[in-house]
């Protein structure tokens, strides 16, 4: 469990750098489009003294009032400005302040309009939202050297479960007691391990390996896939027949490409075929950018395991800002909750910045230990 934290900082390092990183070029390209925007005005900035809209905000050579609601809505944000023909800027409430200086063409439309020099041309795009439902799907990814007080700020009523990428239970004894917790064999030095732990049917569930596609080079656990199904067949699946446990196929990252996440799962799924391996629900884990890529990413792998319910074990949107992460946070439970298919999830993580892996935006518990976040209190159900 030591190594976690640096594998989780690698994993994502990888990813945001050359496997799946969302940059304002692909955001631009999302379901929501101009053509169900409404252009409200131009208003009035106030650079340098500060912004109108504090969002989010990037800049592009082929800036549109569509690319950049694009960009905006991608991140849950209603309102886009294009401001000064390659500036775009997002909101999540109404300009007060009109002007009339919105004339400047926009940089990748010259028939078009992008507001100009401390001027910003803003639309309103409606993002459909679903009732929050504070689902007992959801569960906490709990660190092995997490402080145990933590515990106080969540409730097992409306978080029911934790898993700790381990298989021994790191609550003390009272502590989130009610709570499933559920063990995890996380590297294949760990597999030898499982008979011991189940051997008086330890826990109901059980998670299969944890980002096996992940390289050593990269901080990973790496194992292929033919050895993650030799282990799998001599120890893990006798669980099941012993104990009836229900089984979490190995979690892979959400890297494109030969050898990485849903490739190196059809390869494992290949060698660890019915009766030998049978698998009750595939957990799997996504970082970025953007409350689009997101629910694309998860609907497409369940189109690829349609037969199976899915568990996202771990998920985090990272390189934005706490404002921004709150916002898509509040979306993505909603969505996540509205998902038939999706039975459980774990957002990254109940504790504070200094143990988030560098993705301090989100962190659910203040540095000083004292209590929640605005992120926290919308994951316990608080806000």
């Known amino acids: 469990m030591s190594q976690f934290f640096f594998i989780l900082f690698a994993s994502i390092s990888v990813l945001a750098n050359s496997i799946f990183h969302v940059s304002s070029a692909v955001v631009s390209t999302t379901k929501t489009t101009a053509s169900n925007s409404t252009a409200v005005g131009c208003f009035a ?6 912004r109108a809209m504090t969002g989010a905000s990037t800049t592009s050579a082929s800036n549109t009032p569509s690319r950049c609601a694009s960009y905006c809505t991608s991140l849950g944000f209603p309102y886009s400005g294009t401001e ?19 004339t400047m063409a926009c940089a990748g439309d010259s028939k078009a309009i992008c507001g100009g020099a401390n001027a910003i041309s803003v639309m309103y795009t409606n993002i459909s939202r679903l009732p929050a439902t504070n689902s007992t799907k959801r569960g906490l990814c709990w660190p092995w050297n997490n402080p145990a007080s933590s515990f106080a700020f969540f409730s097992p009523s409306a978080i029911p479960w934790l898993y700790n990428w381990e298989l021994w239970d790191p609550r003390a004894k009272g502590v989130y007691s009610t709570a499933e917790f559920v063990p995890m064999c ?23 390996f944890n980002e096996p596609d992940l390289p050593a080079a990269n901080g990973g656990d790496y194992i292929s896939p033919y050895n993650a199904s030799l282990l799998w067949k001599q120890y893990i699946q006798p669980v099941k027949k012993s104990c009836g446990t229900l089984l979490g196929a190995p979690a892979v990252t959400n890297g494109i490409g ?7 799962l059809h390869q494992f799924f290949s060698n660890c075929t019915s009766p030998a391996c049978s698998f009750d629900f595939i957990p799997l884990h996504w970082y970025g950018t953007s409350l689009t890529n997101f629910e694309t990413y998860i609907a497409h792998f369940h189109s690829l395991f349609p037969t199976y319910p899915l568990w996202i074990t771990e998920w985090q949107f990272t390189d934005v800002s706490s404002t921004v992460t709150a ?6 439970l909603q969505w996540l ?3 038939s298919y999706i039975a459980r999830y774990s957002m990254f993580g109940p ?12 962190a659910m518990v203040k540095d000083d230990l004292s209590g ?12």
């Open 186 to 208: 996380r590297t294949q030095a760990e597999a030898s391990q499982v008979p011991a732990y189940f051997k008086n049917c330890y826990a109901k569930r059980l998670l299969g």
């Open 258 to 264: 030969s050898g990485w996440g849903t490739d190196w």
């Open 84 to 102: 000064y023909a390659n500036e775009c800027y997002c909101s999540m409430t109404a300009l007060i302040t009109t002007s009339t200086a919105c």
């Open 351 to 362: 504790m504070n910045s200094a143990n988030m892996a560098g993705i301090v935006n989100a």
């Open 372 to 383: 929640l976040t605005d992120i926290g209190k919308i994951y316990a159900g608080l806000l």
């Open 45 to 50: 900035d106030f650079f340098p003294a500060s």
């Open 337 to 339: 909750d509205a998902q």
């Open 327 to 332: 916002n898509l946070e509040k979306q993505a």
